[in-house]
């Protein structure tokens, strides 16, 4: 099992910065991949960015530039996700993702607003 545990959301204004912080626990050692999914009431949830092992990274094609995702120094299960210049259509709920070779683990979602 693999609890995960996301932090960070709130309201910005278009323009500006938020990060968000996803922290594992659990069965950490058998986790090969971690990243961020995004989701909008009415649409499919859809992969913001991913880093798996050797801190290789993965970002929706759309975001590249804006977001970065990235993994903390000394704690490896946990994960950032540095957004920038944010607009009104990054607003959604975003979650947290853990594979392992026996499936993958989705955190509770954390409420991310970009509004003036």
């Known amino acids: 099992q693999v609890q995960l545990v996301e932090a960070g959301g709130g309201s910005v204004q278009p323009g500006g910065s938020l990060e968000l912080s996803c922290a594992a626990s659990?069965?950490?050692?058998?986790?090969?991949?971690m990243g961020w999914y995004r989701q909008v009431p009415g649409k499919a949830r859809e992969q913001v960015a991913v880093?798996?092992?050797?801190?290789?990274?993965?970002y929706r094609q759309s975001l590249k530039g804006r977001f970065t995702i990235s993994r903390d120094k000394n704690v490896k299960s946990t994960v950032y996700l540095h957004m920038t210049n944010m607009r009104p259509e990054d607003t959604a709920v975003y979650y947290c993702?853990?594979?392992?070779?026996?499936?993958?683990?989705w955190g509770q979602g954390t409420q991310v607003t970009v509004s003036s």
């Open positions: 659990g069965n950490i050692a058998e986790i090969v991949l």
């Open positions: 880093i798996m092992d050797g801190d290789i990274t993965n």
């Open positions: 993702v853990a594979d392992r070779l026996v499936g993958r683990t």
